[in-house]
């Protein structure tokens, strides 16, 4: 039990290394330019959107194997990640609009980026590994399903 746990964490390290480099992107663009330069709706939307596509390259070279082109894999990525930036763009406007979190943008960053973490690991798990469980239940054909395997 305890092996199969470590098995699991240890296989999903590069994927959370990847993906605090693009939240890190995420947060600074974002305070930057709610700070400077724009309203909270399009800062999220410009910080989601270049952290994105960070992600992908990162994820590409350091946590999956590619079997597919690469058009085709951005796609499907890109496809899971508008619906984080649907969910990131309506929790950052929504948060606004309570009284006592209107003006405190870290925590309302915090909130949405922690509730989006949660929607992108499970969704593009999905993505790259197949159904639940990738290779322990599918074999090695479940990354040929999606076109993507674990390195």
């Known amino acids: 039990m305890m092996g199969r746990l470590f098995d699991f964490v240890k296989e999903k390290i590069p994927f959370a290394l990847t993906g605090l480099v693009a939240t890190g992107i995420n947060f600074g663009v974002y305070l930057l330019l709610v700070d400077r330069y724009l309203p909270p709706g399009p800062a999220t939307v410009i910080a989601y959107s270049s952290s994105v596509i960070l992600?992908?390259?990162?994820?590409?070279?350091?946590?999956?194997?590619?079997n597919r082109s690469v058009r085709s894999a951005f796609a499907l990525s890109m496809l899971v990640s508008a619906g984080g930036l649907v969910l990131d763009w309506l929790i950052v406007t929504g948060l606004h609009s309570f009284p006592y979190l209107g003006d405190q943008e870290w925590v309302i960053k915090l909130a949405a980026t922690g509730i989006v973490f949660f929607y992108n690991f499970y969704a593009k798990r999905r993505v790259f590994e197949g159904r639940k469980g990738g290779k322990e239940e599918g074999g090695e054909a479940a990354g040929a399903e999606t076109g993507f395997e674990e390195r």
């Open 55 to 66: 992600n992908f390259f990162l994820q590409r070279y350091f946590v999956f194997e590619l």
